[in-house]
C-alpha cells in the first residue's frame, strides 16, 4: 500500500492559494479619479433631467401660451371687478 493515495487522510488537503498581492496606489487613485468623475457626471445628468421635467411640468400645468390679463380678461380671463372710481390714468388702477 506504499505509494498509494490514502483518501481518508486527515493531514492534507489542497493549500489555499497565497492572498493577493496589495494593489498598486497609482492604480487605487486612478479609480478613486475615474469614480469621481462618473459620479459628478451623474449628477449633471439628474440635475438636468429633473430641471427638465420640471419645466414640463410647469408647461403642462401652466400652458406654454401667453399671460392672461388678470384686469382686462383677455384669454379666457374674468378678470377683477374695479370700480370705476378708481380706474384712473394717474393709478392704473392700482
Known sequence: MKGEDNMCSFGGGPKAPPPPPPPDPRIEEQAKEKRRRERLQLQ?????????????????????????????????????ALEPSLMSKKTLGA
Open 44 to 80: 449633471r445628468e439628474t440635475a438636468a433631467l429633473k430641471q427638465e421635467q420640471y419645466e414640463q411640468r410647469v408647461a403642462a400645468t401652466y400652458g406654454t401660451r401667453g399671460r392672461r390679463s388678470l384686469l382686462s380678461g383677455s384669454r379666457g380671463g374674468r378678470g377683477f
